[in-house]
């Protein structure tokens, strides 16, 4: 369970934040709004991994945190709204939002629309990733808010597959950060449906 945050975990993952979109600024040479979406994306990328992993592979009781990914959910969550949060802060204060999300036209629009739209629901979840925000939602009624991470990823995705496959914008083409989402979205999914059918699997065994 990733109900509680603290602060030395905090500062394992900015720092680990941070340090991600140094290298992509200072040593790839990439702008810093670009650099803040990738360290989002492989921030939401870490988060969807824990949960089929940790279904594959139940934490014994007394293991360390290294050994239990559930508990850093919540502060890579509230980092990776933080960078996506920042990434959109650089791109819309060079440019208005009309000229961002337009009626009609390509896919430019449409793409940044669901960008938007992942940033409104990762700023809720953040919101709701603190330990008394938690306790007075409830368990339940956190977890079931919390399921809509998975809706934020596939909005993310489509919002970043587009500018690296589908888009003109800037260079032409998808770079390896492009070929490196499709892969991540690929494991993502790959881990999914193996958790999927151990639980099924051990569901028919038990049931037999």
Not at 26 to 50: D, E, G, N, Y
Not at 139 to 164: D, E, M, R
Not at 177 to 200: D, P
Request: aromatic share 14%.
């Amino acid at each position: 369970m990733d109900a509680k945050n603290t602060p030395i975990q905090h500062i394992i993952v900015g720092i680990f934040s941070l340090a991600l979109v140094s290298i992509f600024k200072f040593l790839l040479k990439i702008a810093w709004s670009t650099s803040f979406a990738r360290v989002s994306f492989i921030l939401l990328f870490l988060i969807l991994i824990i949960g089929p992993i940790m279904r594959l592979r139940k934490p014994v009781e007394g293991s360390s945190l290294l050994t239990i990914p559930f508990s850093w959910r919540g502060e890579l969550g509230i980092w990776f709204t933080l960078t996506a949060l920042i990434h959109f802060i650089i791109v819309i204060s060079s440019r208005p939002l009309s000229n961002l999300i337009k009626i009609g036209g390509d896919g430019f629009g449409l793409s940044n629309l669901l960008g938007l739209i992942a940033l409104f629901w990762a700023l809720l979840l953040a919101a709701t990733s603190f330990s008394k925000v938690i306790a007075f939602l409830g368990i339940k009624s956190w977890k079931w808010l919390h399921s809509l991470t998975h809706a934020i990823f596939y909005l993310v995705f489509g919002h970043l597959i587009y500018f690296q496959f589908f888009s003109t914008y800037g260079k032409v083409g998808p770079d390896w950060f492009g070929y490196a989402t499709v892969v991540m979205t690929i494991i993502i999914i790959a881990l999914q449906l193996i958790a999927f059918i151990v639980k099924v699997t051990k569901h028919r065994k038990e049931v037999c």
